[in-house]
């Protein structure tokens, strides 16, 4: 149920509900701090700190040749099923590494406690897997700390 005007509701009701919004505006908050590193933002500090450690240091070398971050595949597109709406899967890996040679490097940087939170990653995954990186022979790599 979703109520738009809270005026309608009583004052206690409204004071209780508005607070809880309130925590979770602050919730939200607190969870999305970004990381800087060299200019770039990453969603977590275990990230900022694989770019430093291993990403940078090769791209100053020439080793790696192009890195984006935070790219977007479509796994499956939106559609309708007996009138049931099917949102879109999407996989988004931390770094989409390009090396010198061509190589091309999917990276997945997660702490053990959120793999374990993100219960459908491991299937987004093997879509993501099975539908980029085998038919183009990119390389993927999971760093779990």
């Known amino acids: 149920m979703r109520i ?18 309130d925590d ?8 999305k701090q970004h990381h800087t590193q060299q200019g770039n933002e990453f969603d977590s500090k275990l990230e900022a700190e694989f770019y430093a450690a291993e990403v940078l ?12 971050l935070h790219k977007t595949y479509l796994l499956l597109p939106p559609d309708k ?15 989409v590494l390009t090396y010198r040679s061509g190589l091309v490097e999917i990276v997945e940087v997660k702490s053990k406690a959120v793999r374990r939170l ?12 099975d539908k980029y990186a085998r038919p183009n022979g990119w390389k993927f790599r999971e760093v779990i700390v």
């Open 4 to 21: 738009d005007n809270l005026d309608c509701l009583g004052p206690t009701v409204r004071a209780a509900l508005e607070s809880q919004m």
């Open 24 to 31: 979770r505006r602050k919730q939200t908050i607190r969870k």
């Open 57 to 68: 240091p090769k791209i100053r070398s020439g080793e790696i040749v192009n890195c984006e």
């Open 81 to 95: 099923y007996c009138g049931i709406y099917l949102n879109k899967a999407e996989y988004t890996p931390d770094f």
């Open 118 to 129: 993100q219960q459908s990653y491991v299937y987004r995954r093997r879509l993501f897997i």
